[in-house]
């Protein structure tokens, strides 16, 4: 359903004593968007992820995914969900894939993506199993079911890490530098898998220092800088004539975006 | 060496056996039950569930395990709201005073042995359970119970095995257990060598059962840090 706002964020700040990492953003995805956020290291745009699911709480700013507002309390200065029941809801509509793929590594690949739709969703087993299978399946390791992440390559173990967050139906996917904990020649398999995702049309959110996805795959691309968003827009633009002297200076440390 | 007398002492010890495996089983499993309590007050946020459990760790490792039966067994009568209690007629039982003293003495050891393997549980792995939708009880059973076991199962089988052993401590409270029964033996025929080394063996042969077990369930739980099979 394009058109439909997915995920909007209303100017978010985060501290942390008094180091304040996140100065206000606000950030709005429709269905199907594909938004990168760059930013140099400390610039706020992991933490402006995990704000997005609560696993760092915002110090200020108000979270709407698919229209439902995360409700907050204010109490002694400091920022709380109101409800844990809302947040385990909001976090079983928003797929997270993390740096270092954090797969529960005494479960089998197969157990690490029922477990969600089992244990948060309830959904019977052979249900799960079988949509396990597919999204095995779609992410290219249908054969490694019954093996344990430790078994697994890192580009298999963040594969495994997408197909767990699919498992999910999330309305929204977050990716939390996906490749960057991979070794070269392993991230063209993740970033293949996520192109796929991006055609069929799930509203992504990546923080990603690949200048090739954030031109070729997304149809958004914000700069994050020093806890603001320093510019945003169409990849076209930002990677053309309309960028920032700010951006131009930081794509330029990777090889003008190659 | 007289092979008879052996023999004998051997089956005299052997119909002790059960009451050494009901003072094992019990306190373990009674002990293993409040370790998981106090452990569970060791971890939370609460700060006076926090020192409570640091206190009950503290008092039941820090004194002698045959100083808290005796304190049970001769202490507990001494007050008045106990002895008067509809717990006494379960409380002037040597047999039960041994199970409780054993139990509280186990559970602050194994409480300190499941705090450090839910400490050495990835909290990369606990935040993949939060952003999964899961929090309190549920992430707690699904992920952090399981990974922190198998990290805690290693020091959690010699706990067991000093259980088994402790439980000699049981016959100073006149419970009849092979420990006791040997001295008795010892008493009425003055041969300690062969008695004690009956009962030796005995301890020895269950405690190997016990390793046994343990190591197969810590096989059974480490498949993720196997190398692959071959097929896979």
Not at chain 1, 96 to 114: A, D, G, K, R, Y
Not at chain 2, 98 to 123: D, K, N
Not at chain 2, 190 to 205: D, G, K, Q, S
Request: aromatic letters at 8%; hydrophobic letters at 50%; one cysteine or more.
């Amino acid at each position: 359903m394009p058109g439909v706002t997915r995920l909007s964020v209303r100017n978010i700040r985060k501290s942390f004593g008094t180091h304040e990492v996140l100065r206000g953003i606000s950030l709005d995805a429709q269905d199907g968007d594909v938004i990168s956020l760059l930013g140099a290291s400390g610039s706020g745009k992991s933490t402006f992820l995990r704000c997005i699911n609560l696993l760092e709480t915002a110090t200020d700013g108000d979270i709407f995914v698919d229209g439902e507002q995360i409700r907050m309390v204010h109490k002694n200065g400091r920022s709380h969900p109101a409800s844990q029941k809302q947040v385990d809801h909001i976090r079983s509509e928003l797929g997270m894939v993390f740096q270092s793929f954090n797969l529960w590594s005494h479960m089998t690949i197969l157990e690490n993506i029922i477990e969600g739709p089992m244990h948060v969703l309830k959904r019977p087993k052979a249900e799960c199993i079988a949509e396990a299978e597919a999204l095995l399946e779609k992410v290219g390791i249908a054969g490694k079911r019954d093996a344990y992440p430790a078994h697994l390559s890192g580009g298999q173990q963040q594969r495994v890490a997408i197909a767990r967050a699919l498992a999910m139906k999330p309305k929204v996917m977050l990716f939390d530098e996906p490749t960057s904990a991979l070794d070269p020649e392993l991230v063209g398999e993740v970033l293949r898998v996520m192109r796929a995702l991006a055609e069929e049309g799930m509203t992504m959110l990546v923080v990603t220092h690949e200048m090739s996805f954030a031109r070729n795959v997304s149809n958004r691309v914000v700069f994050m800088k020093e806890g603001l968003v320093e510019s945003s827009g169409a990849p076209e633009d930002m990677f053309g004539s309309g960028a920032s002297p700010a951006f131009r200076q930081f794509i330029g440390n990777f090889g003008n975006g190659q | 060496m007289d092979f008879a007398f052996l023999f004998s002492s051997m089956a005299t010890l052997l119909a002790a056996v059960p009451t050494t495996l009901i003072l094992f089983s019990l306190s373990v499993l009674c002990g293993g039950l409040l370790g998981l309590l106090i452990v569970t007050m060791r971890v939370s946020g609460n700060p006076v569930l926090r020192n409570f459990a640091k206190g009950y760790i503290f008092v039941f490792r820090g004194s002698p395990l045959m100083i808290q039966m005796f304190l049970v067994f001769y202490g507990l009568g001494q007050f008045g709201f106990i002895r008067y209690s509809f717990l006494w007629p379960f409380l002037r039982e040597p047999m039960v005073c041994a199970i409780l003293s054993l139990a509280l003495c186990t559970a602050g050891y194994s409480a300190e042995i499941f705090r450090s393997g839910i400490r050495a549980v990835s909290p990369k792995e606990i935040e993949a359970g939060r952003a999964i939708g899961m929090s309190g009880f549920l992430l707690v059973r699904r992920i952090i119970a399981p990974i922190a076991f198998r990290h805690a199962l290693p020091a959690y089988s010699t706990e067991i095995v000093l259980m088994m052993k402790s439980t000699a401590l049981a016959s100073l409270v006149t419970v009849w257990e092979v420990t006791g029964v040997a001295q008795r033996l010892i008493s009425q025929t003055y041969r300690t060598m062969e008695v004690f080394l009956c009962a030796a063996v005995i301890y020895l042969v269950l405690n190997f059962i016990i390793l046994q077990a343990m190591a197969l369930l810590e096989y059974s739980l480490s498949r993720h840090r196997r190398p692959a099979p071959s097929a896979a």
